[in-house]
């Protein structure tokens, strides 16, 4: 029994670890998708001001 408990251990701990790291890594496109939009929007306003 003990060596199913520590197996069963093993997987949710891998299964929570790369959970983390997707939203992470879901995270971090988003902010950089975010942040590459705003500075076009800003360039394309200040373009058009100028």
Known sequence: ????????VVVVVVVVVVVVV???VVVVVVVVVVVVVVVVVLRALL????
């Open 1 to 8: 029994m003990p060596v199913v408990v520590v197996v069963v």
């Open 22 to 24: 997707v939203v992470v």
């Open 47 to 50: 373009a058009s001001l100028i």
